[in-house]
């Protein structure tokens, strides 16, 4: 089974950027689809992004759309979330996912393997 390590987070000013990468070991992110969510205290963990292999399209939450990317590095094993101009509301403990790559999509039921998560704080 693959193990994923976030690691990126910090703290970070309004309109600021930071980029969040997943490292995989044991297995190779191209079995994989992969995605991004996030979740802060109280609140149940909501999808970021997600797409089924490095090629295909990838899809966003609407309120990220234009402002986050997800992109793979194969050679690396690392799938990546480069945020731009954050906002507070970006507040949030990110985490990366992995799953069947027919089967992921937006529900955390999609995935079968998670990071520990990693903390972004965004100032206003």
Not at 61 to 80: L, P
Request: charged residues 25%.
């Amino acid at each position: 089974q693959v193990q994923l390590v976030e690691s990126g987070g910090g703290l970070v000013q309004a309109g600021g950027s930071l980029r969040l990468s997943c490292a995989a070991s044991r297995r190779t992110i191209n079995n994989y689809g992969m995605g991004w969510f996030r979740q802060t205290p109280g609140k149940a963990r909501e999808f970021v992004g997600y797409n089924r292999d490095s090629g295909g399209r990838t899809y966003y939450r609407e309120s990220v759309e234009g402002r986050f990317t997800i992109f793979r590095d194969n050679a690396k094993n690392t799938m990546f979330l480069q945020m731009t101009d954050l906002k507070p509301e970006d507040t949030a403990v990110y985490y990366c996912a992995a799953g069947d790559r027919l089967h992921v999509g937006v529900r955390v039921d999609d995935y079968d393997y998670w990071g520990q998560g990693t903390q972004v704080t965004v100032s206003s």
